[in-house]
C-alpha cells in the first residue's frame, strides 16, 4: 500500500487517543487527503511492514491490535464521515517502520507519550527519534485541557526548518492559536 500524500496517524495499544485521532483527522480533511490509522506491534515476532486490517470482522469478533485499530476508525468515521479512512497493522519496532513510511507519507501524527517509561517525560522515544528523523513533517499531539490550539516549532535556520515553519503557521492559522518558535543553541 502506498502511503502518498497521506496523514498518517500512529496508535499504541491502549485504547485510542481520540484528541490525538480527532487532530489527524481534521489534518487529513483541511489538506484533502485520506487518513490511515496505524498500529505496530511491537511485541509480535518479526518485522512486517503496515498492511491493511484482514477483512471488516464484527467489532465483537476483533482481538488484540484489530480491536484497537478497529475502534479508531470506528471513532473517526462517527465524526467524519465523509473521510477516507483505512486501517493498517505491522509488526517490529515501531520508531523504524514509522521512519519508512515517512519516506512517502504527508505527515505522520504520534502522541507525546506511548506506553512505557517515564511518566514525567514531555515526549516518548518514538515521538522524540520521528521528530528528530521523519522524512515528512510530524505532528506530536499532546492530551489537551480545555481548547489549546497553540503551535510549537522548533527552528534552527535551515531549509528544512523553513519549511517547518511554514506549515506551523498554517496550522495556528486554521486552528487560531498562537505560533510559538523555539529556537536552541550552545
Known amino acids: ?5 497521506t496523514v498518517v496517524v ?32 511491537e511485541w509480535l515476532e518479526g518485522r512486517r511492514k503496515p498492511r491493511p486490517m484482514a477483512g471488516s470482522r464484527h467489532p465483537v ?3 488484540g491490535a484489530e480491536r484497537v485499530v478497529g ?13 477516507d479512512v483505512t ?20 505527515m505522520v501524527v504520534v502522541g507525546a507519550r506511548g506506553i512505557g517509561g517515564f511518566p514525567g517525560l514531555l515526549m516518548g522515544s518514538v515521538s522524540g527519534q520521528l521528530a528528530e528523523h521523519a522524512l515528512c513533517p510530524v505532528a506530536v ?5 480545555g481548547t489549546a490550539t497553540d503551535v510549537v516549532v522548533g527552528i534552527d535556520g535551515s531549509e528544512e526548518s523553513a519549511g517547518a515553519l511554514t506549515l506551523a503557521l498554517q496550522q495556528a492559522r486554521r486552528t487560531g ?10
Not at 491502549?14 to 496505524?38: I, N, S, Y
Not at 523504524?96 to 513510511?101: G, I, K, Y
Not at 492559536?177 to 550552545?186: E, K
Open 177 to 186: 492559536g498562537r505560533l510559538i518558535a523555539v529556537h536552541a543553541y550552545r
Open 87 to 106: 486501517g493498517e497493522i505491522g509488526t517490529g519496532r515501531p520508531t523504524p517502520a514509522l521512519l519508512e513510511l515517512s519516506e512517502e507519507a504527508a
Open 1 to 5: 500500500m502506498t502511503y502518498e500524500n
Open 10 to 41: 500512529a496508535i499504541d495499544e491502549k485504547d485510542p487517543d481520540l484528541a490525538m485521532l480527532r487532530w489527524a483527522a481534521a489534518e487529513a480533511v483541511a489538506e484533502g487527503t485520506r487518513l490511515v490509522v496505524v498500529h505496530i506491534c
Open 71 to 83: 475502534a479508531a476508525l470506528d471513532a473517526v468515521r462517527a465524526e467524519f464521515p465523509d473521510l
Open 141 to 145: 499531539v499532546r492530551p489537551v485541557s
Open 61 to 63: 469478533l476483533r482481538v
